[in-house]
C-alpha cells in the first residue's frame, strides 16, 4: 500500500520494518532509524529490543557489521544512497581540511580539490576502498594536530560568523527601536509646539507672529543638527565596534593557525607551504659586539704625568664645558691600543690579497721597490 506525504509518493517497502514487518499503515507513530556502518533502516522498536544490551550484528540477512545504539539515528535523505554519501563526504573532509592559504599557488590548491573529491567518489562507488581508506588513516595520524587547528579554525569562524550576525541584528534592532522612538517624540513635540504657537498668536500682536516665525526656524535648524550629530555619533560607535571585533577574531585565527604541524609536509598532499617558526630576536647592540670596557693591552690610570693634562684638570673653564680628564684618558689609550691583536697578513689571505682585489699581478708592489733600492731610480708608477 502506498501513501503519500508532502505530495512524494512512498514506495510499500519504504513503510514496513524489513525485521519485524510491523507497517506505519497500522502504526503511524513508527520511527525508521539507520546505522552509518551499514545503512540498512529498521523501525525504532527492533533497534530496542537488539541493541539496547550492548553491540550485536545487523539482523538483515547477509549483513555482518556490529552496530552499536549509540549510533542510529534519524534517516535525513529519502533516498539511502544520497544519505550514505553525504556521510562519506563529511568524514573526509573533516580528515582533509586543508585551506587554500596553506598552498603555494592556487593550482596546488584545485590539485587538492580534485584529490580530495576522488578519493570521495572512489569510497562512494566502491573503487580501491581499502587503499583509500589506508592513506586517510595514515594522513590523520602524521598530521593530527593540523587537522585539530584548522577544526578549530572553523568553528572559531563559524562563530565568529554568528556573533557578527547577532550584532547586526542587534544592531538593526536598536536602530529602528531608536527612530521609533525619535518619530513618536518630534511627533509629540510637534503637536504640543502647535497648540503652544497657535495660543501665543491668538493672544499677540503681528510682531509676536513674526517673532514666532523666527523661533520655529531656529527650533527646527537646532533639531536637524542635533539629529544628524546623533546620526554621527552612532555610525562612528558601530565602526569602532566591528573594528574590535574583527581584531579579537584575526588574532584567535592567526594564534590557531600557528598551532599546526606544517613544517612537515605529508606525502599524501602537496604544494603545501613550509612554515618554520623564525628565530627570536636578538637585543640591539649599537657597537655590534665591540666591548669598550675591554683592556687587553694596557692598564688606565687615574694620572698621567703631562703638563697640558695638568693645566686641563686645573682649568675651570673646560670642566664646566664638560670636559673630562678621565674620560680622554681612556679614549686616547682605547684608539692606541686598538689596533692591536689585528694580524693584516692573515686577513689580507682571506681576502685573497689586496693586490688581487685591485686587478694587480701578484708581488708587483715588492718588484718595483726591489728595483729602486738596487738601481737607484724611481720605477714607474704602476698606477
Not at 510491523?22 to 540498512?40: A, G, V
Request: hydrophobic letters at 30%; proline letters at 3%; one cysteine or more.
Amino acid at each position: 500500500m502506498a501513501s503519500r506525504e508532502n505530495g512524494t509518493p512512498r514506495r510499500d517497502e519504504d513503510e514496513v520494518c524489513p525485521i519485524c514487518k510491523s507497517s506505519r499503515y497500522l502504526n503511524p507513530d513508527m520511527r525508521f532509524l539507520i546505522n552509518p556502518e551499514c545503512y540498512h533502516k529498521m523501525c525504532e522498536s527492533c533497534v530496542d529490543r537488539i541493541f539496547s544490551s550492548g553491540p550485536n550484528a545487523c539482523p538483515v540477512i547477509g549483513c555482518k557489521k556490529t552496530l552499536r545504539k549509540n549510533r542510529f539515528r534519524t534517516q535525513t535523505f529519502e533516498d539511502i544512497g544520497v544519505e550514505r554519501e553525504v556521510d562519506i563526504r563529511k568524514r573526509v573532509m573533516r580528515i582533509l581540511n586543508r585551506r587554500e592559504d596553506e598552498f603555494d599557488s592556487k593550482l596546488d590548491w584545485d590539485n587538492f580539490l580534485e584529490q580530495r573529491e576522488t578519493m570521495i567518489m572512489n569510497l562512494v562507488t566502491g573503487v580501491d576502498i581499502a587503499k583509500t581508506e589506508a592513506n586517510l588513516r595514515k594522513y590523520e595520524t602524521s598530521n593530527l594536530d593540523s587537522i585539530r587547528a584548522n577544526q578549530a579554525r572553523e568553528s572559531q569562524e563559524a562563530s565568529s560568523f554568528l556573533e557578527q550576525q547577532s550584532f547586526e541584528q542587534e544592531q538593526a534592532r536598536l536602530r529602528r527601536q531608536a527612530a521609533r522612538e525619535e518619530y513618536e517624540k518630534e511627533h509629540n513635540e510637534l503637536l504640543a509646539g502647535r497648540e503652544s504657537f497657535l495660543s501665543r498668536l491668538a493672544a499677540g500682536t503681528a510682531d509676536d507672529a513674526t517673532n514666532l516665525a523666527r523661533e520655529g526656524q531656529k527650533i527646527l535648524l537646532k533639531k536637524s543638527s542635533a539629529r544628524r550629530s546623533e546620526e554621527d555619533r552612532l555610525r562612528q560607535k558601530q565602526a569602532a565596534l566591528r573594528g574590535e571585533s574583527k581584531k579579537s577574531a584575526l588574532g584567535k585565527t592567526a594564534l590557531l593557525s600557528g598551532a599546526g604541524d606544517s613544517d612537515v609536509e605529508p606525502s599524501l598532499i602537496k604544494g603545501l607551504k613550509k612554515v618554520s617558526i623564525p628565530e627570536p630576536e636578538k637585543p640591539y647592540d649599537p657597537f655590534g659586539g665591540l666591548d669598550l670596557g675591554k683592556k687587553d693591552y694596557y692598564v688606565l690610570k687615574d694620572h698621567y704625568p703631562s703638563q697640558w693634562l695638568e693645566e686641563a684638570r686645573k682649568n675651570t673653564t673646560m670642566a664646566a664645558g664638560g670636559f673630562d680628564i678621565k674620560e680622554y684618558y681612556s679614549r686616547t689609550l682605547f684608539e692606541a691600543f686598538a689596533g692591536l691583536g689585528c694580524f693584516i697578513d692573515e686577513e689580507v689571505a682571506k681576502r685573497g690579497g689586496a693586490s688581487e682585489t685591485f686587478g694587480m699581478r701578484k708581488g708587483i708592489a715588492t718588484q718595483g721597490a726591489a728595483q729602486q733600492a738596487v738601481t737607484g731610480k724611481p720605477a714607474e708608477d704602476i698606477f
